[in-house]
């Protein structure tokens, strides 16, 4: 079957600002598709109201799309392999809601890109559950592939928005661990609003993390790691674990993606972060 545009997330037309290279990470910048629910048209009389966003900025996206190249496999992989393990973002509820309930540890990693990270530790962890959000198209089909490869039965792929689809389509206290590694980290001042890290999504973290959930976070620049430190010190439904820290040591765990041995290369460091959710409610700090 002839892979087309991207239909499992519903592309909404690209905006120009979009599309600024200068304001990505260096070395990398991403097609994506915004979620349908972040349109601007209201809901259908007779349709429930949805559910309002808990972000300040629900129309800010993360990341910016980029017409990656995708190789034959990764086109193929997109087509016969999206029904094993990828969910729609239409059908988030009925793909996911057995591991909702179900007693298995779930981690979610936003921002998966090759999904090297997020493969590995779910063929070295058979014992949890993994969901994985990715916008950009060759990182989903190569993130297919391996699990393919990997024969995994425990992983599952959204092709989408995390923001828009935590928000709007996740319960309260459905996570026990969330993995945000090297997030695009919007250098310019002006572009600040675009990162990931933001107060107001640190306490949609805290509302979908169960007690003792964890936030592990990894970047190679030092200005965004300040910054992730100060947004989760204002949040006071998390603890920071390092100690003495205020950054940890790299996890041993932690498998080196891609971009990571780029930036090693490039004589980049990284710095970890790793908060847990505490018993506080979480919008303690609203
Ligand atoms: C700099 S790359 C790092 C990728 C990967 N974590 C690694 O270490 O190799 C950041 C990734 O986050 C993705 N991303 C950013 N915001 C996102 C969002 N709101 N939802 C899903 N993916 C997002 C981008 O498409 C990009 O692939």
């Known amino acids: 079957m002839q892979h087309t545009a991207n239909p499992r997330s519903l592309n909404s037309p690209q905006k120009p600002s979009e599309t600024d290279a200068n304001n990505a990470h260096p070395s990398d910048a991403h097609t994506s598709d915004a979620h349908p629910s ?6 259908e009389p007779k349709q429930p109201e949805p559910k309002q966003s808990v972000l300040k900025h629900p129309g800010i996206k993360s990341y910016v799309r980029r017409t990656g190249r995708l190789t034959h496999a990764q086109r193929e992989a997109l087509d016969a392999l999206w029904p094993r393990y990828g969910i729609d973002a239409a059908h988030v509820a009925q793909g996911l809601s057995d591991w909702w309930q179900s007693p298995v540890p779930l981690t979610v990693e936003i921002g998966f890109g090759d999904g090297d990270c997020l493969s590995t530790l779910a063929a070295r962890h058979p014992e949890r559950h993994y969901v994985g959000f ?9 993130a297919l592939l391996m699990a393919k490869r990997l024969g995994l039965n425990n992983l599952r792929l959204l092709h989408a928005d ?13 996570l026990d661990e969330v993995l945000i590694y090297f997030p695009d980290p919007w250098h310019k001042k002006r572009h600040h609003k675009r990162r990931l890290v933001q107060p ?3 306490r949609l973290l805290a509302k979908l993390c169960k007690p003792n959930a964890y936030v592990r976070l990894a970047t190679d620049w030092a200005p965004y790691a300040e910054w992730m430190l100060s947004v989760f010190s204002g949040a006071l439904a998390f603890d920071n674990i390092a100690s003495p820290g205020p950054f940890t040591p790299r996890p041993p765990e932690r498998p080196q993606t891609k971009f990571e041995r780029r930036g090693l290369r490039l004589g980049q460091s990284a710095w970890d972060l790793c908060f847990r959710r505490n018993q506080l409610p979480w919008d303690a700090d609203a």
Request: hydrophobic residues 40%.
């Open 134 to 142: 990715e916008v950009h198209d060759p990182g989903v089909g190569h």
């Open 162 to 174: 995390a923001q828009a689809i935590l928000t709007e389509c996740f319960p309260a206290q459905c």
């Open 38 to 43: 972040l349109s601007a048209s209201p809901p």
């Open 200 to 202: 107001e999504f640190v």
